[in-house]
């Protein structure tokens, strides 16, 4: 049991809260909630990122609900999607929030934070959710980008969080003495590392502003000044810090703990971390948001030569990682397979959306009994060492030129270019182009390549459609001619989605943007 008193979340604005406040707030919302009546049905938590917003959160459990959350820095037209296919039962929202629903002209009700912490506990009423859960009930709603455009809803239940913190909680060695960094933004399941961890073993959880993440050396001194000594990032965030050289101005001398995953992490960034921490335990993680986090871990022990893959290693214990090749049959050791997962840690599926859940969670061709699996459309392979490594999404494998081609391939070169800080292939399937943008590693100011989400940024701004000569004749030296881009267009910044991974869908509309005013510039 943590000490009461203890801070469990510092925020972004300075603000706290203890584990006796957390417990208190939660239980106080949960109560609010179901003296409304409302109990197991979906509640959206519309808050900035705050330890608040955690508060509200556990509220909904306790409650017996289940919980959507949003956060303001999300585009208003994806809220409303979202908003609109849950229908939720209540939006508890902030000061900052409960404006933006109002003038949106929801139907459903509203209720600010604070009255809900305010309101009495009823400890009957909590019993008797308690008394009555079960561990397949829906725990939260993460919408994440669909295929068509429209957000897709994946529910996760008691059982499937449970198992995956109790496994990530051994591969981390997490401890009361934890101090985490968290980066992901609350509205993600990438945030389950640090909130439920912290919760089930009384670390604490230190969420970084996300304007740190635009200048890497005041980042290193807010994880110093804070003895933060574990970071689960997304591999962009670590590689920038390293593309732009803020690792030799300063070092994170506290971290002992470094997570990493979502993207593939070029060998060149990560053997900076390594050699400038030696003694520091690096872990590669794996895993969609369709199996409640992460999967499959690596414990990386060496730096690794450019030709090399860092490998995502085996599954957690009580899951299982399944490659199915084109026959639905086992695929062979070393060659490419699709990453199939099954186990407790599957989502039940698409929140309101059967048939995509059927393509999706399907029976195991190798099972003669139900089973389902998860199809994650990551093609993979295992090793000689038995390690799994990660090849590429299916829907980055390009038809070119009478070739098949992966873009992670045409990325994986760029990025060993010296001049390079990050580099991102896309593909424009009208006119048949390979688009590479990159952003050199030749910053000096310690500011960040990713241009995050600031709406008002104009720093992504294409510079020129004229590689360096370095990285034209390294491009060409280095892949075959059917591979090299067509077109290559050097940017200040390369944008990032919420959740830090590169934003392949945002460049792919700058180029094409920028293709359709070059036509009416020539029509006019």
């Known amino acids: 049991m943590p000490d009461r008193n203890k ?16 417990y208190g707030y939660a239980r106080s919302c949960g109560s609010y909630l179901l003296a409304k009546g409302i109990k197991k049905q979906p509640v959206a938590v519309f808050m900035q990122k705050s330890p608040a917003m955690i508060a509200a959160f556990f509220g909904c459990v306790y409650a017996g609900c289940y919980y959507i959350p949003l956060d303001a820095e999300m585009p208003a037209f994806r809220i409303r999607l979202i908003l609109e296919a849950v229908n939720p039962a209540l939006i508890i929202c902030d000061e900052a929030t409960v404006g933006l629903v109002s003038e949106w002209g929801f139907s459903c009700p509203v209720a600010n934070a604070n009255d809900t912490f305010a309101c009495s506990v009823d400890e009957a009423a909590l019993s008797a959710v308690r008394d009555g859960a079960i ?8 919408f994440t980008s669909g295929s068509t455009g429209i957000p897709k809803g994946v529910v996760a239940t008691h059982r499937s969080v449970i198992d995956y913190i109790e496994n ?10 934890t101090v985490f960094g968290n980066q992901s933004p609350l509205y993600l399941d990438a945030c389950l590392k640090e909130v439920y961890t912290t919760i089930k073993f009384g670390s604490c959880a230190y969420l970084i502003p996300q304007s740190l993440f635009m200048f890497p050396v005041k980042l290193i001194e807010y994880i110093n000044e804070n003895k933060i000594n574990t970071i689960c990032w997304v591999a962009s965030a670590l590689s920038l810090v390293a593309g732009l050289g803020a690792l ?9 703990t470094i997570a990493f995953g979502s993207e593939v992490f070029p060998v060149r960034h990560f053997n900076i971390w390594r050699e400038l921490l030696p003694d520091t335990r690096f872990i590669h993680l794996y895993g969609p948001t369709e199996a409640t986090g992460m999967s499959c871990f690596c414990e990386i022990t060496r730096t690794y030569t450019e030709d090399e893959s860092i490998p995502i290693g085996r599954p957690f214990q009580n899951t299982e990682i399944i490659l199915l090749d084109d026959n639905d049959s086992l695929a062979k050791d070393g060659e490419p397979g699709e990453i199939c997962i099954r186990g407790t840690c599957l989502s039940p599926g698409y929140f309101g959306d059967v048939e995509k859940t059927s393509k999706a969670f399907v029976q195991n061709p190798l099972s003669a009994f139900p089973d389902l699996i998860y199809r994650t459309g990551d093609l993979g392979r295992r090793g000689p060492d038995g390690e799994l490594y990660y090849i590429s999404r299916r829907d980055h494998q390009i038809k070119h030129m009478g070739h098949r081609i992966e873009l992670a391939e045409i990325e994986y070169v760029a990025n060993t270019c010296p001049d390079i800080g990050l580099a991102c292939a896309v593909f424009d399937n009208a006119s048949s182009k390979i688009v590479l943008y990159y952003v050199t590693g030749r910053q000096g100011d310690g500011s960040s390549v990713l241009s995050g989400n600031n709406k008002n940024s104009q720093h992504s701004k294409s510079k020129t459609e004229e590689p360096s000569p370095c990285l034209k004749a390294y491009l060409k030296a280095n892949l075959p001619r059917y591979m090299l881009p067509q077109v290559v267009i050097e940017l200040d910044e390369m944008p990032q989605t919420p959740g830090g991974k590169i934003d392949r869908v945002s460049l792919l509309g700058k180029y094409m943007d920028e293709k359709e005013k070059k036509n009416n510039e020539r029509f006019t």
């Open 135 to 142: 561990d397949t009930d829906p725990l939260y709603v993460v």
């Open 7 to 22: 801070v469990a979340f510092y925020g972004t604005g300075g603000e706290k809260l203890t584990f006796n406040e957390l």
């Open 168 to 177: 990530l909680s051994v591969v981390l060695g997490v401890t009361e003495d």
């Open 248 to 256: 030799k101005s300063a070092v994170p001398k506290t971290l002992h």
